[in-house]
């Protein structure tokens, strides 16, 4: 029988914030948690702002932790977010997986009672921008702050 230690640590500074944790969904519910309190404390006036950069972290962090770990709590992921000179945000979403096909995953139609393949409309709704690596399996988001 093999166990698997749980990860969940937090790295800030003053202008960023990093959580390296188990690929598990309670993690992320933690983890929206301490980048919400810490957006807060770090950016005024982010609080009309937070629903939808909690919708876009809750969702690269889902995929991360389903699709990219396969809900393997010995994998890591790691996001990080900073904040730059409070215009902006950037994020990191990075998985242990083997990455997807994230051009042919944008191109795809999808009807209106699918439940899942939303992860890209929302970014691109709610984010100035949004990029993968070559091979799948990091996010990068940016996201222009409005006061």
Known sequence: MSI????????????????DFSSTMNNIDAVCEEASHYLRSAVD????????????????LTNAVRHGNTNDPGKIVRFELSIIKKEMIKMMIEDEGDGFDWREQRKKSLSDD?????????METYFSRYSYNEKGNILYLEKIIVS
């Open 45 to 60: 006036g982010i609080e009309k702002q937070l629903f939808t950069i909690n919708l876009v972290i809750r969702e690269g």
């Open 4 to 19: 698997t230690k749980s990860t969940f640590d937090v790295f800030k500074t003053e202008d960023s914030i990093r959580f």
């Open 114 to 122: 699918q439940d899942h393949g939303r992860g890209i409309i929302i």
